[in-house]
């Protein structure tokens, strides 16, 4: 085997900051935000890409980012957990409805579910329960049982979709 | 949970991406949507020393409809798949499947092309193509050929694939109008393989079924095509008489192996009762 | 001109004290990805280590070559069990009194046990190398079934202890054979079984789970060798006894090592002993000068570290042909893997599973405990168990349906008959736990109403009989689980962890602005301590839960205490909260009078505030109370504001709750439904309700993995299966029913607050009331008991022998 690692180049955008790295091919997209970037946010739970505590927004998709190498995220547009909240602090509707609605205990699935649960809305601004449940399938939990999480993300969606925030952003 | 160490290469074109995996020869693997080879890899159950990222190969992707066949690029995702108008209106077969497919994130990564192309029994994709009669163009160094994929399958994790070649894209023919179909999947939870699973398209006509097509998932090394078990409702009224007939036929040709999901024999019987609830959906659909 | 004094309600809510459901004050990192894991701890230097693991369950070591690895750029060293001998730390004590290897030494007693550490620049050269370290092995014949384990031709495992004829709890009867502990009395037990009209027996095994938090074990040692100082980050529900063990094993002082439990994502058992990765991550920083850092992968901490369960319970009852118990026998089989790591108070080697007895008036019992040795992963005690409360509540919830299967009687019915009584509290068991309150009947009967109970039951007959006439392929099934559990370890007089008494504590400093910190030896892993302590000491000293920071896990500032885990944080802990809390009303009282000029006894507390009784006008605010403190304290009085209480409990706890599930089962796939499951769970004073709810939500949702299919097995070989997510059992959202949370409050009339915990209470009637809904869907076609886990296949076979799978 050679000594010699060879890196590749990339570039990629992280919450709107443009990054550039040289890196090894086989580093995972997860390595690279919590270590490189110093983005801990998103959490690595398991080894077979089943709990989605990893899962961040890539190019408008929800992807684990376990299971995708950093190379191959070149020249994308990323948004993690820590690029959720606006500039001026504000959080995000999402952000607001967990702490509400106790959606979150322990804290280490969060930032992958409020991730998963962003695209979500984004495909279905007004989910029902079982829409809710199914479209999280990707994201486990072993602190809330889930009720408060399908919770939290109802009352975003309704937070979303209410005039008032409508005018707002108009 | 760490890879071994490979080298990356990003072909701009089929034809770049085929020289790169012929030359490179067995130590090179291409990477689609990456959801089956990068836990793999990550298990350090497979080692490529290259991989060949087919990602930015452009016209690999796409569903379209190309005289009576609907087409669908390799690289599409089970995600592209699900929201496609094209197939809710002449394939929905494909997105009841999709929708079965591990959970959402996956399917926006893993592509239709990897689904089929490398062999895993456990894939749900196959079966559907077996139950469609789809053809599968694969592109290697010397030029392309097409595979139905009813020939492709040889066994567990081997197929007609040849070393260098990449699978482009695949079709088939647009189902009748007014088909029934349904795809019937027993898993444990959301995300995992069948225990068992069955594919069925079917036409009646005057209470007749005049045509059936059954294919089964992960009862054996390969999908199945149950082809005596279509013949037993192709002239039938898809009766309860006729239905057993169809569970009894299935049942006799799935070689299912004993795994966590169950032994041999809960997975043979699933797979009868997988049968019969996709053709009682099936017919229920049938215009 | 005075501000108007607000409303009693307006100082309520701006309280926030006991029994409001407070939003959490930890949240606000965690929704933003600013949480502090383990793994998020970055340190200057610091290196990676990684574990060489058996591929074999039982093997001689022949031979081990890590040149290869060593020669790998960016490897620093690899350790073995020779490098650890010299310190004596190839081997560790356990909390149950065996020792565990560390690194193996000679021989290999389980898969994936450690065999070296590998340490490495970044974690991806450590994997590399890992693979690059030879290791030669010589197999032996494993032994994986409990029940063989004390044969004559059995192999011998521990050859570290064969000589040992004594173990830490007394003789042992076999080379494999660990402990055999006994309760209650024998004689009279058997006399009542030879003469009683009526007697039921089961064999009820409780299958090998593990906790699975989401985020696995992980530490960060570092030694600063010009300080002489050692501090250790890790997933530690028991941060101090983490540093006692620390200073005990390497021979630094106590007061030179620092152990930080940071943000931990989940615990539930799973963190409480001393693992292999934080051993050698310590020595090898100690020997390198910088910082190491292990993380395990989802792999290693399924098949390395602490599993639950593992118990084979044969149970009896005898009754009267009217259903009254008589009398329960119980011999529990006990399978702890190759060393013995249980969590366990140091006197409990079967943990409280004496609590068999259950909420039932059972006047004799008796119980026998065999633990025994295996070639499996070591432990026994994680995973809400409360110590083998859950292996104990299942047990006797499941032998009293057999016994009301036998009597053809209803099981909810049979349990009313046998419920102690609210008079009969404080209640001496047969079994030796004095019950501190409970008010059972009313509990049962609140469920069964609520779920329509008897309209369920005349449903179900309904559903047989149209499922023999061909009209359904479903079977209805439900499930009755009425429980007590024991939390709260624990009394001095009892409950000691390596000889530490098992107390907790509190310390309270108030500020002159009004605000305070409040530090703990308990450490959250979730459950919002943050959160809940505040909200004990707004009520008790008046100082709104806003202005009063929480913190736990770091030794250097927190008081000592044994940590969290058995649902101990609010019996014990907060219980010196309260206490603390109190003293420093006591003395804000005396600073009041002395403000107001008047006689202690003529001031009462009202919510925020002292008030001269019949004068409300007359009053001091906490907050005029703080800063007088530090500038205008009676004379002879200390200034400053602040209180320690170290809390040793009088006795357990006893939350209890009643559970009824209703399924409804596939025949043909095997396949369950949950319909229904209603919980209403008594933990006496509800601190906040939106956190018990959540708490019970949890649990339940890991009682329903743990009943219908989580399992990890071994096979005959040695190997362990179904140690990833593909294979263990961790439901999703789409699979976790919906949960029905109601209560009942019966305060613990010894707990200052009259609280009694009750996070492990989901888990303890949770599996129950699955096991009994799933058996209860047969029990018409005479089955009595099937084993879990219910998984489809296995709920199918039970079908296909009873001739109902066409």
């Not at chain 3, 593992?310 to 119980?330: P, S, V």
């Given at each position: ?7 590749t180049k990339l570039s990629m955008t992280v919450n709107g900051?443009q990054y550039?790295?040289?890196i090894e091919p086989r580093m995972l997209l997860v390595h690279f935000l ?8 998103a959490?690595i739970g398991c080894d077979t890409s089943h709990c989605g505590a990893c899962t961040v927004d890539l190019d408008g998709r929800s992807v684990k980012s376990c299971t995708i190498f950093a190379v191959q995220a070149d020249g994308s547009q990323v948004t993690t957990i820590?690029g959720m ?9 999402l ?16 930032p992958g579910m409020i991730m998963r649960a962003h695209r979500l809305l984004q495909e279905n601004p007004r989910p029902t329960?079982e829409e809710i449940r199914w479209g999280i399938s990707g994201n486990l ?12 993300i109802?009352?975003?969606a ?13 | 949970m760490?890879p071994g160490?490979f080298t990356y290469h990003r072909p701009a074109s089929v034809a770049e991406a085929v020289g790169l995996l012929s030359s490179l020869g067995e130590e090179a693997r291409p990477l689609a949507g990456g959801h089956s080879l990068i836990p793999m890899m990550k298990l350090r159950m497979a080692q490529p020393e290259h991989l060949v990222d087919l990602g930015r190969i452009p016209g690999l992707k796409g569903i379209r409809q190309d005289g009576n066949d609907l087409v669908i690029g390799a690289m599409t995702t089970q995600a592209e798949i699900i929201a496609s108008p094209l197939l809710g209106d002449k394939a929905p077969i494909l997105i009841e499947a999709a929708k079965v497919i591990a959970d959402p994130q996956v399917r926006y990564a893993g592509t239709i092309g990897g689904n089929v192309a490398n062999g895993d029994p456990g894939n749900d994709m196959p079966g559907l193509m077996l139950c469609l009669d789809a053809r599968y163009s694969l592109v290697g160094a010397g030029g392309s050929r097409q595979v139905a994929a009813r020939d492709f399958y040889e066994a567990a994790y081997f197929t007609k694939l040849e070393t260098g070649e990449i699978l482009t894209e695949l079709r088939f023919a647009v189902p009748a109008t007014g088909h029934g179909w349904a795809y019937e999947k027993l898993k444990r939870k959301i995300g995992d393989y069948a225990v068992a699973a069955a594919a069925v398209t079917l036409s ?7 045509a059936a097509s059954i294919a089964l998932t992960n009862v054996g090394q390969t999908p199945l095509l149950a082809a005596?078990a279509a ?19 299935a049942?006799?040709?799935a070689?299912p192996?004993?795994?966590?999901r ?9 797979l009868?009762?997988m049968v019969?609830r996709a053709i009682?959906r099936a017919k229920a659909r049938a215009r | ?723 990833t997510l593909m294979d263990?059992?961790?439901?999703t959202a789409v699979e ?71």
């Amino acid at each position: 085997m050679t000594n010699e690692i060879a890196k590749t180049k990339l570039s990629m955008t992280v919450n709107g900051r443009q990054y550039t790295a040289e890196i090894e091919p086989r580093m995972l997209l997860v390595h690279f935000l919590r270590e490189h970037l110093s983005l801990t946010g998103a959490h690595i739970g398991c080894d077979t890409s089943h709990c989605g505590a990893c899962t961040v927004d890539l190019d408008g998709r929800s992807v684990k980012s376990c299971t995708i190498f950093a190379v191959q995220a070149d020249g994308s547009q990323v948004t993690t957990i820590e690029g959720m909240a606006a500039p001026d602090g504000t959080l995000h509707a999402l952000q607001q409805a967990f702490h509400e609605h106790h959606g979150l205990q322990c804290g280490f699935c969060t930032p992958g579910m409020i991730m998963r649960a962003h695209r979500l809305l984004q495909e279905n601004p007004r989910p029902t329960d079982e829409e809710i449940r199914w479209g999280i399938s990707g994201n486990l939990c072993r602190c809330t049982g889930y009720q408060n999480i399908v919770k939290a993300i109802r009352a975003a969606a309704d937070m979303l979709a209410s005039p008032q925030r409508k005018e707002a952003a108009e | 949970m760490i890879p071994g160490r490979f080298t990356y290469h990003r072909p701009a074109s089929v034809a770049e991406a085929v020289g790169l995996l012929s030359s490179l020869g067995e130590e090179a693997r291409p990477l689609a949507g990456g959801h089956s080879l990068i836990p793999m890899m990550k298990l350090r159950m497979a080692q490529p020393e290259h991989l060949v990222d087919l990602g930015r190969i452009p016209g690999l992707k796409g569903i379209r409809q190309d005289g009576n066949d609907l087409v669908i690029g390799a690289m599409t995702t089970q995600a592209e798949i699900i929201a496609s108008p094209l197939l809710g209106d002449k394939a929905p077969i494909l997105i009841e499947a999709a929708k079965v497919i591990a959970d959402p994130q996956v399917r926006y990564a893993g592509t239709i092309g990897g689904n089929v192309a490398n062999g895993d029994p456990g894939n749900d994709m196959p079966g559907l193509m077996l139950c469609l009669d789809a053809r599968y163009s694969l592109v290697g160094a010397g030029g392309s050929r097409q595979v139905a994929a009813r020939d492709f399958y040889e066994a567990a994790y081997f197929t007609k694939l040849e070393t260098g070649e990449i699978l482009t894209e695949l079709r088939f023919a647009v189902p009748a109008t007014g088909h029934g179909w349904a795809y019937e999947k027993l898993k444990r939870k959301i995300g995992d393989y069948a225990v068992a699973a069955a594919a069925v398209t079917l036409s009646m006509s005057a209470g007749k079924c005049t045509a059936a097509s059954i294919a089964l998932t992960n009862v054996g090394q390969t999908p199945l095509l149950a082809a005596d078990a279509a013949k037993a409702l192709i002239g039938s009224g898809a009766d309860a008489a006729a239905i057993d007939a169809a569970a009894g036929a299935a049942m006799a040709v799935a070689d299912p192996t004993t795994d966590t999901r169950g032994p041999v024999e809960y997975r043979r019987s699933v797979l009868g009762v997988m049968v019969r609830r996709a053709i009682d959906r099936a017919k229920a659909r049938a215009r | 001109m005075n501000a108007p004094t607000p409303s009693r309600e307006e100082r309520e809510l701006a309280l926030k004290g006991m029994g409001f459901a407070r939003r959490r004050t930890e949240d606000a990192r965690f929704i933003q990805g600013k949480g502090n894991y383990v793994d998020d701890v970055k340190l200057p230097g610091m290196l990676q280590g990684d574990f060489v693991r058996s591929p074999y369950g039982h093997a001689r070591i022949k031979k081990i070559d890590a040149s290869k690895a060593l020669a790998l750029p960016g490897v620093k060293a690899v350790l073995t069990a020779n490098d650890l001998k010299p310190l004596k730390l190839h081997y560790m004590p356990t909390l149950a009194g065996d020792v565990q290897a560390v690194l193996a030494d000679e021989k290999v007693l389980f898969a994936n046990q450690e065999v070296a550490f590998v340490i490495a620049e970044d974690r991806y050269i450590a994997a590399d190398a890992v693979e690059l370290v030879e290791v030669e092995y010589e197999p032996l014949p494993p032994l994986v079934d409990p029940f063989k384990s004390m044969a004559a031709d059995a192999p011998i495992l521990r050859e570290d202890i064969q000589d040992k004829l004594e173990g830490a709890h007394g003789r042992r009867k076999h080379p494999n054979h660990i402990f055999e502990w006994t309760v209650g009395d024998g004689p009279a037990t058997d006399q009542v079984f030879a003469t009683a009209p009526v007697t039921v027996k089961e064999l009820i095994s409780y299958q090998r789970v593990h906790p699975a938090p989401l985020e696995t074990c992980a530490c960060v040692a570092s030694m600063d060798k010009i300080r002489g100082e050692l501090t250790v980050w890790g997933t530690f529900q028991a941060p101090h006894v983490v540093r006692t063990v620390a200073a005990i094993l390497s021979g630094i002082p106590e007061h030179k090592i620092r152990v930080i439990a940071p943000d931990i994502g989940g615990g539930f058992g799973n963190k409480v002993g001393v693992y292999p990765g934080y051993v050698c991550s310590i020595v090898a920083s100690i020997v390198l000068g910088v910082p190491v850092k292990w993380v395990e992968d989802r792999i290693e901490n399924l098949s390395a570290t602490a599993f639950a369960r593992d118990y084979h319970m044969t149970a009896e009852l005898a009754a009267t042909t009217d259903g009254k118990i008589l009398g329960l026998r119980c011999h529990v089989l006990a399978d702890h893997g190759a060393f013995d790591a249980c969590a366990d108070p140091s006197k409990y080697p079967a943990g409280f599973f004496n609590i068999v007895t259950g909420s039932y008036d059972i006047p004799t019992a008796h119980l026998a405990v065999d633990g025994v040795y295996t070639n499996k992963a070591p432990g026994g005690v994680a995973y809400r168990c409360s110590f083998r409360v859950t292996e104990a509540a299942y047990c006797i919830e499941r032998i009293v349906d057999v016994l009301a299967r036998k009597l053809n009687m209803d099981p909810a019915e049979l349990r009313l008959k046998n419920l102690i009584q609210p008079q009969q509290f404080p209640y001496k068991s047969a079994l030796g736990w004095e019950y501190d309150s409970g008010d059972y009947a009313t509990a049962l009967n609140k469920a069964m109403e609520t779920v329509g109970y008897n309209a369920l039951r005349a449903e179900q007959q309904q559903k047989r009989d149209a499922f023999k006439r061909g009209e359904t392929r479903e079977l209805m099934g439900i499930g009755v689980a009425f429980f007590t559990e024991i939390v709260g370890a624990g009394p001095s007089r009892n409950c000691d962890i390596l000889g530490i008494a098992m107390f907790d504590s509190a310390e309270i400093r108030v500020h002159p602005t009004g605000a305070a910190i409040a530090r703990f030896g308990t450490k959250t892993q979730g459950q919002g301590h943050e959160t809940t302590y505040a909200q004990i000491i707004a009520t008790e000293t008046g100082i709104p839960a806003d202005m009063i920071q929480v913190e736990e896990g770091d030794t250097n500032t927190a008081p000592y205490g044994l940590g969290t885990y058995g649902s101990r944080s609010t019996p014990v802990a907060g219980a010196a909260c309260a206490r603390a809390a109190r003293k420093i009303q006591a003395k804000a009282k005396k600073i009041a009078a002395h403000l107001l000029e008047v006689g202690e006894n003529d001031l009462e507390f009202d919510i925020d505030r002292f008030q001269v009784k019949g004068l409300p006008e007359k009053s001091k605010t906490m907050k005029e109370i703080c800063w007088a403190a530090y500038n205008n304290v009676p004379p002879g009085m200390e200034p400053g504001l602040e209180a320690v209480d170290y809390y040793d409990p009088p006795n357990m706890t006893y939350p209890f709750g009643a559970y009824i599930c209703v399924l409804d089962i596939d025949v043909d796939t095997g396949s369950s439904k949950i319909r229904r499951f209603y919980a209403l769970d008594d933990c006496g004073t509800r601190i906040n309700p939106m956190i018990i709810e959540g708490q019970v939500h949890g649990g339940l949702t890991e009682a329903f993995g743990i009943a219908m299919g989580q399992e990890i097995k071994y096979d005959e070989t040695g190997n362990v299966l179904g140690v990833t997510l593909m294979d263990y059992f961790l439901p999703t959202a789409v699979e976790t029913p919906f949960w029905e949370t109601d209560h009942t409050v019966t305060p613990s009339p010894h707990h200052p607050i009259g609280a009694k915990g009750v996070g492990e209470s989901p888990n303890v009637g949770g599996v129950p009331a699955f096991s009994n809904a799933v058996i209860d869907a047969f029990a018409h076609l005479g089955v009595t008991h099937l084993q879990m886990p219910h998984d489809a296949w296995r709920v199918w076979k039970a079908a296909e022998k009873l001739g109902l799978v066409r």
